[in-house]
Each structure stands twice: as C-alpha cells, then as structure tokens.
C-alpha cells in the first residue's frame, strides 16, 4: 500500500537560512511525487512534480526537490528561505491506476523567524 | 478560469442535522474529488469521480454521500452530522487525460459540529 512519511512535525528557521523538509514514501511501482504548500486558510499549491527524467525538479518560488530512489526520498529544498515560506507543506504520491489517487503525508509546519 | 470553487467557506451545524458542500470546477476535469484535513493527520480522501455518474469510496466514506451529475460540480452531502465530521473539507479535481498528473484544490469548507 501507498503511504507517506513526513517526520518533521514543525520546523523552525531563520530568514535567509537553507531549508530542507524531509519525505519518506512507501509505494511498489514507479512513484509520482509531489510537494504541496498550504497558507494558513488556503487549499493547497502545487510548488513541484516528479514523475520521471531528471531526479532533481524545480518548482516554483525557488523550492526544488530531489528523488532518491535508493533512499525512497523526496525532500524539499530552498537555498534561502524568505518571511512568506511560512505555511503547512504536505508531500504526496500519485498512483497511475485507478483515479490518479494522492496519497498525503502528514504535513510539516514551517515557521520563519526574523 | 475561477478554478475550483467551494461554498460554504464556513459552517457550524447541530449533531443530526444535514448539509451539502458544494464544488465546482470550471476547468473541464474528469476527475474530482473530497478530502477531509483533520489537525496531524494530513488529507483523507472521502470520495472521488472519474466522471459525470461515477463516483467511488475512498478511504474514509462512511457518514458522507456523494453524488455527479455534471462534469462541473461534485457536491458533498452529510445526513446526519455527527461531532467526528468537524473538520476542513477540501474539493479538487484532475485532468487524467495527461496522465498521473497534479490535482487542483479549492480554498476549502471549515465544518464544525456541535
């Protein structure tokens, strides 16, 4: 079965320091990754896309991601992190069967200090 | 494009008493779906469409009914509420013609029963 891990509940960084938010995933057949971020009483944004190619993926607002097969990882990165990044991130895996399912994890809380 | 649209933003509602959230999306998806978001526990997908007249369980249906008699619109219906269905309610919708591809979500229904 599909599942993911989000081990970091919250995390805490300082404005313009880097930012890695980990992703564990559990899936037998070729993954379809994705990273979301949700603002505080927003729905959620899609920031990146892995479904093949290259393992390292850019998204939007200067996140990327890097597939690790090995590792069954797909953590999210950004070199600099700005006041706005402060949101929810929830990391997900789609199935190509069925109805193109999302499997969430349970979200990482990301507060920036000044 | 409006995107995915949901109405009511907010509800508080009596235990036993019934409602529907509605969903629109005006992006020409086949796929819809709902997910409920509790604290901590990420999106659990309640119900979801592949299409106008097919609609199927996900992994926590029970206390909800669904039904998708357009390709736009996929309301929710709770029939007896019940303090356990307090949560957020989020719609989205896919193009599966593309492939495992990325779901769109609406901004969201905040239910609380009381």
């Known amino acids: 079965a599909q599942s993911v891990t989000q081990p970091d509940i919250h995390i805490t960084v300082s404005e313009g320091a880097s930012l890695e938010l980990r992703c564990n995933y559990s899936?037998?057949?070729?993954?379809?990754l994705f990273w979301y971020v949700q603002s505080p009483g927003q729905g959620l944004q899609l920031l990146l896309k892995?479904?093949?190619?290259?393992?390292l993926v850019q998204g939007i607002k200067g996140f990327e991601a890097e597939f690790k097969r090995s590792q069954s990882s797909f953590n999210l990165r950004k070199p600099s992190v700005h006041w706005s990044d402060a949101a929810e991130y929830f990391c997900a895996v789609g199935t190509i069967t069925g109805a193109n399912n999302l499997f969430f994890g349970t979200g990482t809380r990301l507060t920036v200090i000044p | 494009n409006a995107g995915v649209t949901q109405t009511p933003k907010f509800r508080i509602l009596k235990i036993g008493q019934s409602m529907t959230l509605q969903c629109t999306q005006d992006?020409?998806?086949?796929?819809m779906y709902w997910y409920r978001q509790d604290p901590g526990m990420g999106l659990k997908l309640i119900y979801y469409?592949?299409?106008?007249?097919?609609?199927d369980k996900g992994e926590v249906p029970n206390g909800y009914n669904v039904s998708r008699s357009t390709t736009e619109d996929f309301p929710l219906r709770l029939e007896l509420a019940a303090p356990s269905q307090t949560s957020v309610y989020f719609c989205?919708?896919?193009?599966?013609?593309?492939?495992?591809?990325?779901?769109?979500f609406g901004p969201g229904t905040r239910l609380t029963v009381l």
């Open positions: 992006m020409n998806h086949n796929y």
């Open positions: 899936y037998g057949a070729t993954p379809y």
């Open positions: 892995y479904f093949s190619g290259d393992t």
């Open positions: 989205a919708s896919s193009d599966r013609d593309r492939g495992v591809n990325e779901q769109f």
């Open positions: 469409s592949v299409g106008a007249g097919i609609t």
